[in-house]
């Protein structure tokens, strides 16, 4: 079912806000990702309203810090039951070696996702750190990195969906921002894709925030979408 690959940005900073936005989107078959503006403003209360309503939550946090305190972190986003999670690749593949262990003993296990190079990363920010490869074959090493520490998947732009699909194995997940439907306002993104293209193009769930949640009829502009895929 398409509804089930659409991850709707919660973006808003309150539990009023979320409430509303959660009634709009609770029947529709999505998914919603939790970041970290709202989970900072309201905490583990943002999943409890999602989860209470019966939607899949992915906490978009971003985890990076030394192994021992990443583990342990992730292990705390798994015990609220969370379907999904993102930690940094840049953290090393010890760092997410050990989230990986650490969650083998855990009775729910979130599908742990890795950010290679943030899109707001230009190649003078990478040579600033220190970083020779181009911005492509960084954005291929870290997910290879992350391959090899059995996560399972990495978020990627649109334009990057192929060459990584092409790279690594089919079951490897790819989760895509970014997404404007061609109805909608590009707003502040800068390389967008139809989610009709990054679905063509091999992504397996599409991130999308404002083209649903500043409508005025969010199920409206999801069934729009559907049917655009
Ligand atoms: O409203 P919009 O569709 O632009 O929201 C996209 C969501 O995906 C936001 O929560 C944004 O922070 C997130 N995101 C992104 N680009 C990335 C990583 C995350 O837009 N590279």
């Not at 999904?84 to 262990?101: D, F, K």
């Not at 979130?110 to 970083?131: D, H, K, N, Y």
Request: glycine share 8%.
């Amino acid at each position: 079912m398409t509804e089930r690959r659409i991850i709707i940005a919660l973006d808003v900073s309150s539990a009023a806000e979320l409430r509303e936005l959660v009634k709009q989107i609770k029947d529709t078959g999505c998914r919603v990702k939790i970041g970290k503006e709202l989970f900072t403003s309201i905490g583990p209360l943002a999943i409890e309203i999602c989860h209470d309503a019966g939607l899949d939550v992915f906490l978009d946090i971003k985890f990076h810090d030394i192994p021992n305190t990443c583990a342990k972190a992730v292990r705390a986003a798994a015990r609220w039951g969370v379907w999904m999670t993102n930690l940094h690749c840049s953290g090393g593949a010890e760092m997410m070696l050990a989230v990986r262990e650490m969650l083998e003993g855990e009775t729910h296990r979130p599908l742990l996702i890795g950010v290679t190079v943030l899109t707001s990363m230009s190649l003078a920010g990478l040579r600033q750190l220190g970083i020779e490869r181009d911005l492509e074959s960084h954005v291929d090493y870290l997910a290879g990195l992350a391959h090899g520490a059995g996560l399972d998947g990495v978020v990627c732009s649109g334009q990057e969906i192929q060459r990584l699909r092409q790279s690594i194995d089919k079951d490897f997940c790819l989760v895509t921002p970014g997404i404007r439907p061609t109805w909608a306002n590009n707003n502040d993104q800068a390389r967008i894709m139809t989610p009709a293209q990054a679905i063509a193009h091999g992504s397996d769930y599409l991130v999308i925030g404002r083209p649903v949640t500043a409508s005025e009829h969010p199920q409206n502009a999801i069934a729009r979408i559907v049917s655009e895929i």
